[in-house]
């Protein structure tokens, strides 16, 4: 979680200076959990509390951005919105991708972002398999019983996972689920010597998951192919995890593109 005082990114030549605080105060929001208090932005930012309380009133009077009862501030309903149609528009930017791991896995491809404490599909190309798993667009799932929850989750700090975790528990989805803090934090330090994540039977019983994170995504992202423990064996996995990695890579491309 960015705690520095500096920018994010450099601001762009002749961009408005207003504008540029007012969306980097959103992203803190969104750093610190969607709740903060304007002494909590102005530490983390260096802005000066007048500054930040005059953008926060325009953001509230936009619906960007909502008052607590308590006086904190709350990411708003109107973000949700925007958030939705940028989901949108990733998966469509990632399905072609996710239409390759299909023909050269045979299995069910996603996309998935960490949205707050919870994991969410946006894209996927289903297998042509009859026996697969069924795993929705729009589904939220909690990222301790996934692979894509690994994924995504594998650069961050222990102390913020183990904070996110307090927030969710840990109920458990299958008798395989990890349902400790140490548990998962053991598996996501696999993850980062391994560079993918597995679902062994956690979300669902009888169904595996392979996932690595888009590496340079504008937002948290990681794909993943499922399908029955039958078929994802481990021999399946030497084959499909460099492909999966290699389609994460040029979807990072596809990005990039996008956004610039």
């Not at 992203?27 to 903060?36: K, L, P, S, T």
């Not at 961050?156 to 975790?165: G, I, K, T, Y």
Request: proline fraction near 7%.
């Amino acid at each position: 979680m960015p705690s520095s005082a500096e920018p994010r990114t450099a601001a762009p030549s002749g961009g408005v200076q207003s504008l540029e605080r007012a969306f980097d105060l959103l992203e803190r929001m969104a750093d610190a959990g969607g709740e903060v208090g304007l002494s909590e932005l102005s530490t983390s930012s260096g802005l000066p509390l007048p500054t930040i309380h005059r953008l926060m009133r325009t953001l509230v009077a936009c619906g960007y951005v909502r008052q607590q009862p308590n006086r904190r501030y709350a990411l708003g309903p109107r973000l949700i919105r925007l958030g939705e149609s940028a989901s949108r528009l990733l998966g469509t930017w990632a399905r072609p991708h996710l239409a390759r791991l299909v023909e050269e896995t045979g299995e069910t491809a996603n996309m998935a972002l960490l949205d707050g404490d919870e994991v969410v599909y946006v894209a996927q190309v289903p297998s042509r398999h009859s026996v697969r798993m069924f795993t929705e667009v729009g589904r939220r799932v909690l990222p301790h019983t996934t692979g894509v929850g690994k994924a995504l989750l594998a650069r961050s700090a222990d102390d913020e996972v183990r904070a996110l975790l307090a927030r969710t528990g840990m109920p458990a989805a299958t008798e395989k689920t990890i349902t400790t803090p140490e548990g998962f934090l053991e598996a996501l330090a696999r993850v980062r010597e391994s560079g993918y994540a597995v679902d062994d039977n956690e979300q669902e019983i009888g169904v595996r998951c392979l996932a690595v994170p888009v590496p340079d995504s504008p937002t948290a992202a990681a794909i993943s192919i499922s399908g029955p423990a039958g078929r994802v064996t481990d021999a399946a996995t030497e084959r499909i995890v460099p492909l999966l990695q290699q389609v994460a890579a040029e979807l990072s491309v596809t990005l990039a593109s996008a956004s610039a």
